[in-house]
T-cell receptor, first 117, second 107 residues
Framework: EVQLVESGGGLVQPGGSLRLSCAAS????????MNWVRQAPGKGLEWVSG???????HYADSVKGRFTISRDNSKNTLYLQMNSLRAEDTAVYYC???????????WGQGTLITVSS | DIQMTQSPSSLSASVGDRVTITCRAS??????LAWYQQKLGKVPKLLIY???ILESGVPSRFSGSGSATDFTLTISSLQPEDVATYYC?????????FGQGTKVEIK
């Protein structure tokens, strides 16, 4: 059974940093399409970042230059390093992935990031 | 970047009704489109990918169609358990943009 478990969320001040983790089981992070998707309170889904074959990384314009996606194959874990956080980054962050490009078959339960002073 | 626009933003229909949600891409994306269902307080669930392929385990009352810029998600006979927000998502290339969502309620 595939499980994705996010951690690292919490309250952070504007301008601060946070690193999210997504630990996978039953699924190999290194060879699949790994993504972060967020959802602000009461709002829709927003794709944030993805890391694909050959470690190609992609970002939404809203986070480009501030967030960095990476993976540790030895730990089978996906990360999202978030710097220069803003109030508008407040959201539940989901780790989402799939075996096939474009398909988000598997989702974690999400971790809440609140950016506030 | 390609923008994804869903319509309507919300709808209310009776049990048994046929419901159609539209998703339009600002540029052609071939059939690189998925649909997700998100029930209140739950994690999104993949319904359809490649515009028209039903994900395993998804009820056959759900169907998808379209290509290039215009896509539809159809629920052939709305059921109470279909109350949710539905999102389209394009994946021809990054960014994998979502539509703004369509909230479906029972009348």
């Amino acid at each position: 059974e595939v499980q994705l478990v996010e951690s690292g969320g919490g309250l952070v001040q504007p301008g601060g940093s946070l690193r999210l983790s997504c630990a996978a089981s039953g699924f190999t992070v290194s060879s699949n399409y790994m993504n972060w998707v967020r959802q602000a309170p009461g709002k829709g889904l927003e794709w944030v970042s993805g890391i694909y074959s050959g470690d190609n990384t992609h970002y939404a314009d809203s986070v480009k230059g501030r967030f960095t996606i990476s993976r540790d194959n030895s730990k089978n874990t996906l990360y999202l390093q978030m710097n220069s956080l803003r109030a508008e980054d407040t959201a539940v962050y989901y780790c989402a992935s799939g075996y096939t490009y474009g398909k988000l078959d598997y989702w974690g339960q999400g971790t809440l990031i609140t950016v506030s002073s | 970047d390609i923008q994804m626009t869903q319509s309507p933003s919300s709808l209310s229909a009776s049990v048994g009704d046929r419901v159609t949600i539209t998703c339009r891409a600002s540029q052609g994306i071939s059939n690189n489109l998925a649909w997700y269902q998100q029930k209140l307080g739950k994690v999104p669930k993949l319904l359809i990918y490649a515009a028209s392929i039903l994900e395993s385990g998804v009820p056959s009352r759900f169907s998808g169609s379209g290509s290039a810029t215009d896509f539809t998600l159809t629920i052939s006979s709305l059921q109470p358990e279909d109350v949710a927000t539905y999102y389209c998502q394009k994946y021809n290339s990054a960014p994998w943009t979502f539509g703004q969502g369509t909230k479906v309620e029972i009348k």
